[in-house]
């Protein structure tokens, strides 16, 4: 299969296209982007978000309450300006950032090359409008499963026009294609034209981007495969069983465990009153809710389904299992220590850890997502040292899979751009 | 009616209301077996709330996957009581683990001889394996699924030979005298696993020699019969006809003579053969249940689902009620056009994943 093009010159849409010829005249906006203000980009954005609820785009997509909070501009702009050191000018113009002799200047890197994954399709547009509004221009190499969400809301974009910004001159510096993996030749393209790479993906994946060929000057950014898990504390335990269940099974049921913020296992610091098997029932009873009445769970695959089975069975003997017939959710107690195996498909662990600073010792560069329920005094004083070797977010429990800056440890934003500095 | 007495009826000769009536007395006093004696199986029950005392529908027990017997050892019975340990081929590196006490395995081998029959007829045959003897050599009792399988054809045999060398390739000379040795009259049977069969012919498609050696053989009444390793085939997108006439035309056996043969080491003894028709035969010794993939509820009459497989027969472990990996469909009930009765099932494909691996692969924690 040539590679195709799902979005960007509407041309070629859906056609068979030469990659160097699209990757040339992306290159050729990028004065075009350039010359637009970060204040009339977070306009424009601010007006998309405004069309997406207005129009009602936003009840084609899943997830949508995260893209409307992430891009709106009070979000976007903070957001930005924390990165950027304080202020979203920079993008524009040389700043002064408080430093004694210089002016700073944040500068596009160029094209910004994403291979996406399949699995939370509209990550996909977190990570490409990340690059637009750093005045980049981007080419997208979209999964194969899973894409159409991501056009549909591209498309969008050109339908919003500001005093100052024309969305359809915006869509013109994106493009997404369709390659085959077996593509070795057009993959190389991709990368070596790369002035960011940015992968998301598996293990695999992830191995095979990084073995393209890439310029010296090229910047990686890998967003690899992550565990995240869930920690409750016997302070909330004791006054809020039944929010924190119901916030955890909401984190569980979106994106079916598949993102790698979704939590597989929750550790309960028990109280006298509430044991984490009882945690465990309140959990049952809430993903039987989410998936009834909010996120009714979508199909699974056969191998899936057996997977869940045997885990099932293999817990009944050795823990204790609370489900329905179906595989629609599956809650496992257990006081085998560490973290479980990451199966997915709303297969959650629930175990019982007295002392939460043996956390520290599950915690690696792989995990990622640490939700809690504690108290404000548990979070300042054990979050530190539970996060030092491992973990880059530790968001309320409820919020887990909630995009944010930063990601994965990094300020996108910030890695998407050269600093350039000038004598005052 | 006791399972002994079940085991001497003809396997396909009750209707499936009949056999049912038949069968469930007999699950139910060994689910009551297991429960009592298994300590793993009582605690699957009790997960699902099942109530093993109870007048339960057979198709309302809980089941076992294929997958448990790879992490655990489940056993009903004293383990002094265990003559024979089988282990399942295993794509994973752990092979499932099934215990058989003399009961078990006795009542195994007459289901599987009793099956045998009824689809190759109550001759003993010549036995050519498409194995080497190495294969059924067992110095500690316990046996891989090939030489399992091996040896239950033994009981059926008239005489046996292999004709593969220790490395698995064509003892040629070894054929040629066998083959002088056997007459127009002897009755034959080929046997060998799918995948070893296909890799040998494989090689010999445009080589004529092996086909002008079987050609010399003079029996007039020959089967072929091969089992397992559809998923390698699979992998390779061989289908079961593409196999049937590969060998068929090779050996000199008619496409509806080659026999492909389902079972588990899980439930050895009850076994699932081709008809003339192209399906397979559920027998009064088992039941078979396809499960919707999402609801694991019974599917419909022609729906594809996973296959559990239910016998009285396992004793020495909780092997009554098992969840197989394959995906299957009923295609119909004593209504076959091969006139046995029972349910009658294709078996479609080896459960595959399809979900996209992405950022939260979470790999091995």
Redesign the interface.
Known sequence: MKPKLLFGDRRYIGQDVNLEQIISDLKEKRNFIHSISVNDLLDYFDNVVRYWQESKALDKVFFSKNLVDFFKRSNLESSLKLALRGDVRVLDTFCDLGESKFLYHAQPRGLIVQWLAGNVPILGLFSILTSTITKNVCIAKASSKGYHDLIFMLETLSRVKTKKVDGSKISETIAVVLIDNSDRESHEILSKNADVRVAWGGEEAIKIIEGLPKTSYCEDIIFGPKYSYAAVDNEILSVGLTSIARSLAVDVSVFDQYACSSPHTVFVQETKKVSAIQFAKELAKQLEFVNSRLLPKGRVDPAKAYEIISLRNEYAISGQVLCPRSTDWTVIYTKDKGLAHGSSSRVVVVKPLNDLTKLRQFNDRQKQTLGVAMSKKNKLSLLDEITLYGIDRCPDIGYMTFYESPWDGMFVFDRLVRWITMHK | MTLSEVLKLEPFSLSDSAKEKLLTPLVHEMARWHYKNS??FK??C???EFNVHSNFLISNLP???V??FK??DLLSVPKKDIIRTLFSSSTSGHPSKIYLDRTTSNNQIVALQRILMNFFGNVRRHFIIFDSEETVKSADGTLTSRNTAIRGLLGLAKKIDFILDKDLNFDFQKIEKIFSGIKKNDYVCFFGFTWLVYNLFRDYQRDESLRVLFRKLKSSDKFFLHIGGWKKLQDLEISGDQFNKMIGGVVGVPTSRVVDFYGMTEQLGTVYLDCREGFKHVPIYSDLIIRD?????PSSLGETG?MQFISPIPKSYPGISI?S?D?GRIIGVDNCGCKRLGKYFVFEKR???????????????
Do not use: N
């Open positions: 300590f793993e605690r699957i009790k997960t699902y089941f076992l996957p997958s448990l992490k655990f993939m999402e609801s694991t509820l996973l969840l990996e995906i459960a595959d994943f399809a979900e996209v691996r992405g950022c939260g692969d979470t790999i091995k924690i």
